[in-house]
């Protein structure tokens, strides 16, 4: 079965420093990869994903995420946090030659320390 | 370009009683997608819809059901509601071959 492991439930970091969330999947085929930010009380925003090509990825609100086969990893980065990057952020997975739907790690959510 | 829009955004519910949740897609989007997010379980695929037929289930049980219309909008079903089944309920809709799904704002069910 696919599994998708974030590591770090709650991770804590000052505005301005470098923000890391770590995604790793279980797959031997490496799937399509996704990052998903949810606000209080919101649906899932997409961030970025990676699907084929390039495997640095950017997406929106300044984060990237770059595909390491070798490491099965698609950890996410944003340079400098901002207050409004608070917030928790899904890793998912689709995983290929199967069905299209999505499937999630258990979160992170991102403190940002003024 | 509307969203994908959610109805109602909260429902409380008696234990026993069925509900219908509703979901409009974006417009052009044929594949309509429904998750389950909890506290204790996260995030759950519960089924997809396309062209009015279901592509695909979750693990849930059968009291879990959905339809899709020829406008692509979906509900889906919930009866005999349990305690458990107190969750937010995500739709997301995606265009064909995107793999880019928009999910919509959710309806959190309470079951009392």
């Known amino acids: 079965a696919q599994s998708v492991t974030q590591l770090g439930s709650h991770v804590s970091v000052s505005e301005g420093a470098l923000v890391l969330l770590r995604c790793n999947y279980s797959?031997?085929?490496?799937?399509?990869l996704f990052w998903y930010v949810q606000y209080p009380n919101q649906g899932l925003q997409l961030l970025l994903k990676?699907?084929?090509?390039?495997?640095l990825v950017k997406g929106i609100n300044g984060f990237e995420a770059e595909f390491k086969k070798s490491e099965t990893s698609f950890h996410l980065t944003k340079p400098s946090a901002h207050m409004s990057d608070a917030a928790e952020y899904f890793c998912?997975?689709?995983?290929?030659?199967?069905?299209?739907?999505?499937?999630f790690g258990t979160g992170t959510r991102l403190t940002v320390i003024p | 370009k509307a969203g994908v829009t959610q109805t109602p955004r909260y429902l409380i519910k008696t234990r026993g009683q069925q509900v219908t949740l509703s979901c409009s897609p974006i417009?052009?989007?044929?594949?309509v997608s429904w998750y389950q997010q909890t506290p204790g379980q996260g995030l759950q695929f519960l089924f997809e819809?396309?062209?009015?037929?279901?592509?695909n289930k979750g693990n849930f049980p059968g009291r879990f059901s959905g339809r899709q219309f020829s406008n692509s909008r979906s509900e889906m079903n919930v009866s005999t509601l349990e305690l458990g089944d107190s969750a937010l309920y995500l739709c997301?809709?995606?265009?064909?071959?995107?793999?880019?799904?928009?999910f919509g704002s959710g309806t959190r069910l309470t079951v009392v």
């Open positions: 998912a997975v689709i995983p290929l030659g199967g069905a299209n739907n999505l499937f």
């Open positions: 819809y396309f062209s009015e037929t279901q592509r």
């Open positions: 797959s031997s085929v490496p799937p399509y």
């Open positions: 990676y699907t084929t090509g390039a495997t």
């Open positions: 997301a809709s995606s265009d064909t071959g995107n793999y880019g799904y928009t």
């Open positions: 417009s052009g989007h044929r594949s």
